[in-house]
């Protein structure tokens, strides 16, 4: 008996295996290693003492997964597996439908034919597009603005529809804010390949000296130092969410809930508490507003609190100290592993 985790070699999805084991789950890794690292596995099994097995696979190949989920006798999946950039879902509008969308209509049908009805579902704040108040409460208006956040919205509302169909899943949609940090062994942590495009790796990759300077997009948005506010999450508090919604779904049918701290941080506030947790002066530059950004973002977190019993326990110094720790043991990632 196992949960099937797709995606399972990622960022979150590591730590998700993690947690999962942890909690006394036997987990199997369903993922194709297009945007992850093969040494993650032995990673996680030096962290929890227990190897994870592992499924190479598209969640686009219906036969594959439907082979997976019984073979490994799975009782439930958390879907992970997708791509999660704004800018290039721009670009490839037709490769993030595929991948997100289909992907996780060929999950759903497989589970189906599988007999598997508990999924929990990797879902995005990108869903509510520009915000019209704060914090983002989960009935706030849904409006994403570009390809990434509407396949996110458009997966969530098929799931929900099939969740009432006469061939029902039990699905807990989970509404990330912006996953940082890293499991405390510093043997797991985040690994973007190339350039990265998100704060938290980038500004890590400079204090390690990989990147000369930080651009920081924008200084004349309306907030108190005129640098974009984003809610900050750590890592394994996210990882922690999953197990708590995939036993939830025990009881429940529909879950939707953000999972975020409550609290918004600057660039610069994240620039200086990175800054303090690593020793290291992190040079930065002011650059023009990226297109897409948005002013501030923060969650509500009282849903997932009152659903879950779930709340965020980790703070942005540990969430620096965290992903330092990963990126100082790691200069290059996984790849010099
Ligand atoms: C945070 C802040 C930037 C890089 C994205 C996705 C979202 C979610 C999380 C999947 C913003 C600023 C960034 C840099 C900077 N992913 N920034 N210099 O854009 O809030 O969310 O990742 O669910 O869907 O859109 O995160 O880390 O890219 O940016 O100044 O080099 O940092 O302008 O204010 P974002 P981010």
New binding site residues.
Partial sequence: MAVMITGGAGFIGSHVCVELIRSGQSVVIYDDFSNSHPEVVNRIARITGFAPDVVRGDVRDLAALTAALVEHRCTAVVHLAGL?S?ADSVRDATGYYDCNLAGSLTLAQAMQRADVRKLVFSS???VYGEPETLPLREDHRLAPFNP??RTKLMAEQMLQDIAASADPLKVAILR?F?PVGSHESGLIGEDPYGE?????P?ISQVAVGRRPS?????RDYPTRDG??V?DYVHVVDLAVGHVSALRQLDDVDVINVNLGTGRGTS?LELVDAFASASGRDIPITFAPR?AG?VAS?YASSDLAFDMLGWKAERDISAMCADAWKWQRLNPNGYRNA
């Fill in positions: 999660k704004v995005s704040a990108t990434y956040g990330y912006n990265p495009n998100n704060l938290m980038y930080l651009s920081v997009f924008g640098t974009g984003r660039v990226r950004d973002y």
